[in-house]
């Protein structure tokens, strides 16, 4: 009599595949900003999102969208302004975030720091961040509609200039929210708030006469990605009950030196 062999692990429970990970709703969030445009020179308070119970977020997700909006007046020498390349650190010149009366972060020349940390990324992370302005001067001038943009050649810069026009986000990637798993706002007692500074137009646009670069943020919104899981937001609250350390980079800005072209 003859017969198949049965591998010694074979069990009356068996499966051709086993789950590895939780299964949740997951969804992506915009609420309306409590203001709907700034100006440069502004500060913009942030508070984190309470969310409902059991419901956490997406590290790295949480991040302010809106449009830039260049004004141009007619003859006023503003025909060819555009706005810089990776205009979301740009954006930023000073960035504080503040938690139950403590300040986890400071930082004067936010936007030095966050442009010197992007010059590290990837070809293929910085191909996937449009929504930054991470992209060719040629784009740049397509999506600020700038006079002198090029108009030959241009058809997938064309397409993407359909898709986000001007769109364009800033990440609040504080440590806190990218690094140590999901926040869980519910079982906080006190809310993280950031605060951006906007900084001056000269730093962000791009134009021949250096008296007439402006920009202002439109349609503000606050966006997250979150995940509803009873299991998740149950972990997290423990982890705070019984405490939980934070990791993040200290920077010290000693000195600016400024350096004329040439020299």
Known sequence: MSGTEAPDSLLPTHTSKTLKAIKAPRAVKRMTFDRSEASPGETLA??????NENEVLVPGSLCLRFDIELARA??????????VQNVSRALVSKMV????GTTLQDTSGYDLFKIYEDLFLSQEQRDDMILEEIQSVDLCKIRSNAGDKKTSGVDTKNKLNENFGTKYVIRLDHEILTDHGVFYPQALYNDLVFELTLVEAAHVVIGSDPTKLNYKLTNIQLEYEMIRSEQLAREAASVYTSGKEFLYDHVQLSETIPLKKGH
């Open 74 to 83: 007619a003859n006023s020498g503003e025909v060819n302004n555009y706005l």
């Open 97 to 100: 975030v503040n938690f139950a």
């Open 46 to 51: 942030v508070h984190v999102p309470k969310l």
